[in-house]
T-cell receptor
Framework: AQSVTQLGSHVSVSEGALVLLRCNYS??????LFWYVQYPNQGLQLLLKYTTGATLVKGINGFEAEFKKSETSFHLTKPSAHMSDAAEYFCAGSTRDSSYKLIFGSGTRLLVRP | GAVVSQHPSRVICKSGTSVKIECRSLDFQATTMFWYRQFPKQSLMLMAT?????????EQGVEKDKFLINHASLTLSTLTVTSAHPEDSSFYIC????????????FGPGTRLTVL
């Protein structure tokens, strides 16, 4: 069965510092992978996604993620944190069949210190 | 593009009443719509998947008679929480996907349900 694991329920960084949010997946076939951001009392906004092709994926707001099959990972990074990046981040995966279901990680709350 | 709306954004109801939440895809036709539930400080849990004109497929543990889903068209799905109880209080989020976009889902802003 597929699962998505996010290491660290909270990550705190200083403004301007590197952001690294970890995500590992478990499945026999590499899934499609997504990172979403959620601001308080709002829905989810897609940051980036990996389907096929280039393993380094660039998204909105300066975020990027690298798909590493050997490590079954899809970590999210941003070189320089901004105060507006403070939010909840969810990694999600879906199988490559027709079920179209997303399996979400538990989420990581990013705190950005001034 | 790919905007999903939900109505209402917040609802407070008395225990035992029913509440209907609408989910609309505003600028695309959603092949499939999904309903999620999110408890405070937790992740999203898929409740059910629905295709237009078909019965919804519920995830294990979700009571289909309590959470009624109707998918009347390619742009509208509704979730009705019947005989709501305080434990049904939660944040409900819908999403829709588009065939051919590698399972990408577009999410609504969510509905905060509080049952007194």
């Amino acid at each position: 069965a597929q699962s998505v694991t996010q290491l660290g329920s909270h990550v705190s960084v200083s403004e301007g510092a590197l952001v690294l949010l970890r995500c590992n997946y478990s499945s026999s076939v590499p899934p499609y992978l997504f990172w979403y951001v959620q601001y308080p009392n709002q829905g989810l906004q897609l940051l980036l996604k990996y389907t096929t092709g280039a393993t380094l994926v660039k998204g909105i707001n300066g975020f990027e993620a690298e798909f590493k099959k050997s490590e079954t990972s899809f970590h999210l990074t941003k070189p320089s944190a901004h105060m507006s990046d403070a939010a909840e981040y969810f990694c999600a995966g879906s199988t490559r069949d027709s079920s179209y279901k997303l399996i979400f990680g538990s989420g990581t709350r990013l705190l950005v210190r001034p | 593009g790919a905007v999903v709306s939900q109505h209402p954004s917040r609802v407070i109801c008395k225990s035992g009443t029913s509440v209907k939440i609408e989910c609309r895809s505003l600028d695309f036709q959603a092949t499939t719509m999904f309903w999620y539930r999110q408890f405070p400080k937790q992740s999203l849990m898929l409740m059910a998947t629905s295709n237009e004109g078909s019965k919804a497929t519920y995830e294990q543990g979700v009571e289909k008679d309590k959470f009624l889903i109707n998918h009347a068209s390619l742009t509208l799905s509704t979730l009705t929480v019947t005989s709501a109880h305080p434990e049904d209080s939660s944040f409900y989020i819908c999403s829709g996907d588009v065939a051919g976009l590698n399972n990408e889902q577009f999410f609504g802003p969510g509905t905060r349900l509080t049952v007194l």
